[in-house]
């Protein structure tokens, strides 16, 4: 085994050596399911005893340490490889990050975990050079995986997302994100350096941006998510493009992801929006999250001179498109909407691709959301029980709702839901407010936020 078997040790999980492990990326994913750790730079654990004599290490230097627990029987070149001697029978084969700090603790093994993880006395961390925040993944194997792998999948991302300030559950699945930037307001540059700095000191997870290019005075198509049918949002107000704003919020922070919530994909052109999400990711340090809809504005559409019909298998080209455009450096695809042959885009994403969530609460979106995406974005729904029934949709369908990142916004939260959200899976709970128009209370606006839903969402 070389050393560059360490950018890629899913072949232990196709060998049947390992049942979950994190790795970088780019690898081969055949086979293989994968969920990336984007949030914080990664930092490797190791004894402070003797005290650490540098001040960084290498992934090539970590060849030899203890990155998993193998079972008895392994093959001896692997025992070799990753333990550096004889297997512990005894030891289980998955480790969580607490998990793996214990570990470090009792056996002088090495671990992986955010730079900001609060560690025990006698650890130190060492933050891993040259590896990218949005470039660990962990990874099991899509078939056979049991109830305490997928249990790994949520433990070892909720803990690679924790942050160490105020106000964030430091082990907790629950956060919060905020939907308020772009539209009106939040439209205004001043505001989004203010809100965006504001939530990201508070604690909140992520910035929220929709999506409208055309707004109509007269509609006649159904807004899907209100009871009566037409959108809150008056068609004169202004609505930036969300890329564009995000960038601007991104470039703010340095922290709090940014997300679409979301971009009507089929409106797009698929090559420009691969480059422009992928360069919003760079210049964020790997903080995008891709939310797309499908649209239900057929006057949007008609306006932009594209076709209504077959909208959703447009989207669906489109992503695929994309991915491709992100993965390969020479990039080829065929399909009914979208044609390319032997080009580059670039730059590529931070990590292996972005996270594409679909939104929408229909059952087909659902669909969509377990087929084709990292994640699910339900929007303006009514209450827990309506969450409720959708997850159990979603856990219905041919997909481990594990590997999905689920976020919802509620039409009339309250902060006895989020205990109810948690227990249901809910990874963000995403509030839907605009800010104030006098610049001078956007900040004292976000802490007022902040104090009334963030302690809830940490348990306190």
């Known amino acids: 085994m070389g050393k560059t078997d360490l950018a890629d040790p899913t072949a232990s999980l196709r060998a049947g050596l390992v ?5 970088r990326t780019p690898f081969d994913t055949t086979g293989v399911a994968t969920r990336i750790l984007r949030a914080v730079p ?30 008895g029987g392994t093959d001896p070149a692997w025992t070799s490889f990753w333990t550096g001697g004889p297997p512990d029978p005894a030891a289980p084969v998955l480790r969580t990050i607490r998990e793996c700090l214990q570990a470090v603790t009792w056996n002088a093994t090495a671990a ?39 249990g790994f999948v949520r433990i070892a991302a909720d803990s690679q997302r924790a942050r160490s300030r105020p106000g964030v559950c430091e082990a907790g699945p629950m956060q919060l ?111 995008l999250t891709l939310g797309v809809g499908v649209g239900w504005s057929r006057e949007e559409f008609d306006a932009l001179g594209v076709p209504f019909a077959r909208r959703t298998a447009r989207t669906e080209e489109y992503v695929a ?62 209450g827990v029980p309506e969450v409720a029934d959708r997850l159990a949709f979603l856990a219905a369908q041919d997909r481990d709702v594990a590997e999905l990142r689920i976020a919802v916004a509620l039409r009339d939260p309250e902060p006895d839901d989020v205990e109810e959200l948690a227990a249901l899976g809910v990874d963000e709970l995403v509030i839907v407010d605009s800010p104030p128009e006098d610049l001078e209370l956007a900040a004292d606006w976000v802490s007022t936020l902040a104090a009334r839903w963030l302690p809830t969402a940490a348990g306190e």
């Open 19 to 23: 049942d979950v492990t994190l790795t």
């Open 42 to 71: 990664v930092a490797v654990i190791l004894r402070a005893d003797p005290p650490a004599a540098r001040s960084a290490v290498s992934a090539s230097d970590l060849t030899g340490r203890r990155w998993v627990r193998l079972p």
């Open 112 to 150: 992986l975990a955010s730079v900001d993880q609060p560690l025990p006395t006698g650890l130190v961390a060492l933050p891993l050079s040259g590896h990218a925040p949005s470039s660990l993944v962990v990874a099991w194997p899509k078939t056979g995986a049991n109830a305490q792998v997928r």
């Open 177 to 287: 994100g905020l939907h308020a930037l772009g539209i009106g307001a939040g439209a205004r540059r001043a505001v989004i350096d203010a809100v965006a700095v504001a939530a990201e000191a508070c604690g909140f997870a992520t910035l929220w941006s929709g999506e409208h290019v055309v707004m109509v005075d007269h509609a006649s198509s159904r807004y899907p998510y209100s009871p009566d049918g037409r959108i809150a949002v008056p068609a004169a107000a202004h609505w930036l493009d969300p890329l564009v704003g995000l960038s601007f919020a991104a470039a703010a922070t340095s922290t709090i992801r940014v997300a679409t919530g979301v971009l009507l994909l089929p409106e797009h052109n698929p090559i420009v929006v691969a480059k422009q999400a992928a360069s919003l990711d760079v210049l964020s340090g790997g903080r």
């Open 321 to 382: 498109a994309m991915r491709a455009l992100w993965r390969e450096d020479v990039a080829s695809f065929t399909g009914d909407f979208v044609r390319f042959d032997s080009i580059r885009v670039n730059p590529k994403p931070c990590g292996a691709s972005i996270p594409i969530i679909f939104g929408g609460n229909s059952d087909a979106a659902l669909r969509r959301a377990a087929t084709l995406g990292d994640g699910w974005y339900g929007f303006n729904l009514d």
